[in-house]
């Protein structure tokens, strides 16, 4: 079992910048890969970005390229979301999740993920 809890959502300004966490605990030795998916009201879950727990690779919906950035703290079984640019397109609930059953790299389907966490309000105003 690996449990996740978000935190660090707020509001901000449009053009303005966020970072929220996510850590992790229980049986953190089994995750492969951590992702940042996020859902709008009345809207499905859509991937954001993901990274490999262990080599550091990266993935990035289109749709954030180039101005969100997503790290790994592997000693604090900690990873980040760091959202530059923000615009009110960009406010969702977003989740943490985790890939502990390997798969084919990219990881961007709900489908592909076994954990969730609960998930941290970002609102982003005009």
């Known amino acids: 079992q690996v449990q996740l809890v978000e935190s660090g959502g707020g509001l901000v300004q449009a053009g303005g910048s966020l970072s929220v966490s996510c850590a992790a605990s229980?049986?953190?030795?089994?995750?492969?890969?951590m992702g940042w998916f996020r859902q709008a009201p009345g809207k499905e879950r859509e991937f954001v970005a993901a990274?490999?727990?262990?080599?550091?690779?990266?993935d990035y919906a289109n749709s954030v390229k180039g101005r969100f950035t997503i790290s790994r703290d592997n000693a604090k079984n900690t990873v980040y979301l760091k959202m530059n640019s923000l615009q009110p397109e960009d406010t969702a609930i977003y989740y943490c999740?985790?890939?502990?059953?390997?798969?084919?790299?990219?990881?961007?389907?709900?489908?592909?993920?076994?954990?969730w966490g609960q998930g941290t309000q970002v609102t982003v105003s005009s």
């Open positions: 229980g049986r953190t030795f089994i995750m492969k890969v």
């Open positions: 990274i490999t727990w262990s080599g550091g690779s990266t």
């Open positions: 999740a985790a890939v502990v059953d390997p798969r084919s790299w990219p990881y961007r389907s709900v489908r592909d993920y076994d954990y």
